[in-house]
């Protein structure tokens, strides 16, 4: 069974490690208990949405980008769509950063 | 705030009116209780990641479908996409199928 709140948790980890920001950070910024982010990052917990919505505004990420890509990695899981969307083609990078396609 | 829950509900709804199935039939194929489908349609309730998947489940339609139509929901509601990024545009229309474009 696929669960959605694995991918969400994921998600959010995602956002918040390339924000440089500890689970401690973001809890506090969302006033939200650290061990239940923890919960929600490892897909334990389901995340109520008012949480969400503190969670998100707390990385700075809207909430409509953290549920495209949940649904962007579940259709990877279903198998119903190519894995990265948003990669730009091998022949487009080389054609617009020729540089890009020596390393 | 924006509350996930809601967009879930909607979406979940028009899925469900879509194939023309009433709440007890979806309810009963997805072994929930009619109340509580009801609840969660209206966005009162959350929806626990179990009963998402046993709810597209019963309305034959992939998770990862229903979380990306959230998502563009909700990036309608935070004004960050134009509100419809899967119609074609007019002009193209007119010009693949100039018939149209007469109506």
Redesign the interface.
């Known amino acids: 069974?696929?669960?959605?709140?694995?991918e969400i948790g994921d998600v959010l980890r995602d956002f918040r490690l390339q924000r440089g920001q500890t689970l401690r950070q973001v809890a506090s910024r969302a006033s939200v208990a650290l061990g239940y982010l923890s919960e929600v990052e490892r897909g334990q917990k389901?995340v109520?949405?008012?949480i969400?919505?503190a969670v998100t505004e707390a990385l700075e990420v809207?909430?409509?980008?953290?549920?495209?890509?949940?649904?962007?990695?579940?259709?990877v899981?279903?198998g119903?769509?190519d894995a990265f969307p948003d990669v730009v083609p091998d022949d487009l990078v080389a054609e617009v950063e020729p540089e890009l396609s020596l390393q």
Chains 1, 2 share one sequence.
Request: no cysteine.
């Open positions: 069974m696929i669960l959605v709140r694995q389901e109520s949405s008012e969400l919505a809207p909430i409509s980008v953290v549920m495209r890509r949940v649904g962007d990695r579940l259709a899981i279903e119903i769509d």
